[in-house]
């Protein structure tokens, strides 16, 4: 199963895009040995629409256009659903399982994301409360996969 990444805003050369390139790294290599591989990585600009409403919507269709019919969307969202990392690696086990073939997690722009993509979300999950800048959030859900890909094969990075 291939899982990708989808976000508003571009990460810039320097620490924050070299911590996450590290974590996607790791993740590409273990991956593959338990069925889990780097999907498409899709950055877009921000919209510079003269409204929130509008700049979500237009973000949000350009998500559309990077998934599949298919396709399991996780939203990352402040009010989403706060999960462990044994609860990640297990819902990711269970889609692979379940024969999907592209999982994409997608990272709204500083407005967040258009509420009708919450509809169309198979999960819909928050980093904690706190507001996180996104260069920040795309370190943690780099390191996030690949911490599943230990827990998924027992390796002992993760531990309690």
């Not at 692979?96 to 258009?114: F, N, P, Q, S």
């Not at 819909?124 to 507001?131: A, D, E, N, P, S």
Request: charged share 30%; proline share 3%.
């Amino acid at each position: 199963m291939r899982i990708g990444l989808f976000a508003v805003g571009r990460l810039k050369a320097g620490p924050e895009k070299d911590l996450a390139a590290r974590y996607l790294d790791r993740f590409a290599k273990s991956g593959p040995a338990i069925g889990l591989e780097l999907g498409k990585m899709v950055e877009v600009a921000e919209s510079r629409a003269a409204n929130a409403q509008t700049r979500k919507r237009e973000e949000a269709a350009l998500l559309d256009k990077a998934l599949a019919a298919d396709t399991v969307l996780v939203l990352l969202d402040e009010r989403g659903k706060a999960i462990g990392s044994e609860d990640f690696a297990g819902q990711i086990g269970r889609w692979r399982d379940d024969g999907k073939r592209e999982v994409m997690i997608a990272i709204g722009g500083a407005d967040g994301l258009e509420p009708a993509l919450h509809a169309r979300a198979d999960a819909v999950l928050c980093l904690g409360k706190m507001t996180w800048p996104h260069q920040l959030v795309r370190i943690l859900i780099a390191e996030q996969l690949y911490r599943a890909t230990t827990i998924l094969s027992g390796h002992p990075y993760h531990r309690v």
